[in-house]
């Protein structure tokens, strides 16, 4: 069986993409399936939260983007072994320099990750805030987009934004890319704004927009600064179980 390959991707930043990762990926575990991690930010934040060292990964995502390291030589696991991880940190930030000369430089993830799709349900793609190369290596390399989104405006602007590069990324390059679904992170109930975004999101993706709603009064331990997924934590955490309704219906989309 081949991977699912999802993109988690907002050209908005702050939304939750990198939470949303680290804790459908525990999530998927728990549920049984085998999840690679791909860390496409330099930040590392991906990488942090699966309790991976920074500064002890040898080659990571970078070393695979330049071919000087294949996969299964660069994966790292969770800290609790739940998971695998193509970590990533500072100097990933040099790799689109170095990629620019190459020949398919976009191409570079998707034909790395191929080599080791049958040793994985999912691979969870981390892609950074912005459009950049990276970024384009994520959605190429992926089958679908998860969206994160807070219910602010602004947020909406984004989305539009991301939901074009999409389509021009399906007509030009990877013909099967496709909007996975869209979920409410960091939801307070309590804000009308919030209330009314996201009944303009039902309005405009109907189908599309999960109905799980990651909600915003998580504990310390469930916040993406604490650096953990919360199912490394307590399965019975308010935010917890949330991400695990989440996991559940991408299984229920991805195996339909």
Request: with cysteine; aromatic share 4%.
């Amino acid at each position: 069986m081949t991977a699912q390959v999802w993109a988690v991707a907002n050209q908005k930043g702050g939304v939750g993409k990198t939470t949303t990762v680290v804790n459908v990926a525990a999530s998927l575990v728990h549920l049984g399936k085998k999840v690679l991690i791909v860390d496409l930010d330099p930040q590392g934040n991906a990488t942090t939260g699966s309790g991976v060292n920074k500064t002890s990964i040898k080659h990571g995502v970078y070393g695979v983007l330049l071919c000087e390291a294949e996969v299964h030589e660069a994966v790292s696991h969770s800290k609790t072994g739940a998971y695998d991880v193509l970590g990533a940190n500072r100097a990933l930030a040099g790799a689109e320099v170095e990629l620019v000369q190459e020949i398919a430089r976009e191409m570079r993830l998707k034909n790395a990750l191929a080599q080791v799709a049958d040793q994985y349900d999912y691979i969870l793609i981390d892609c950074p805030p912005t459009l950049t190369l990276l970024t384009l290596n994520g959605l190429v390399a992926a089958d679908k987009v998860l969206v994160p989104m807070v219910c602010e405006y602004y947020s909406l602007e984004g989305i539009s934004d991301l939901v074009a590069t999409v389509r021009k990324i399906r007509m030009a390059i990877n013909p099967k890319l496709a909007i996975g679904g869209v979920v409410r992170t960091m939801f307070d109930k309590r804000s009308l704004l919030a209330q009314e975004v996201s009944e303009q999101l039902t309005e405009h993706f109907g189908k599309e927009l999960f109905e799980t709603v990651i909600p915003r009064n998580v504990r310390l331990a469930e916040a993406p600064s604490h650096g953990m997924p919360a199912l490394m934590y307590d399965p019975k955490a308010r935010g917890t179980l949330a991400y695990l309704d989440l996991a559940q219906e991408l299984l229920a989309r991805a195996e339909a």
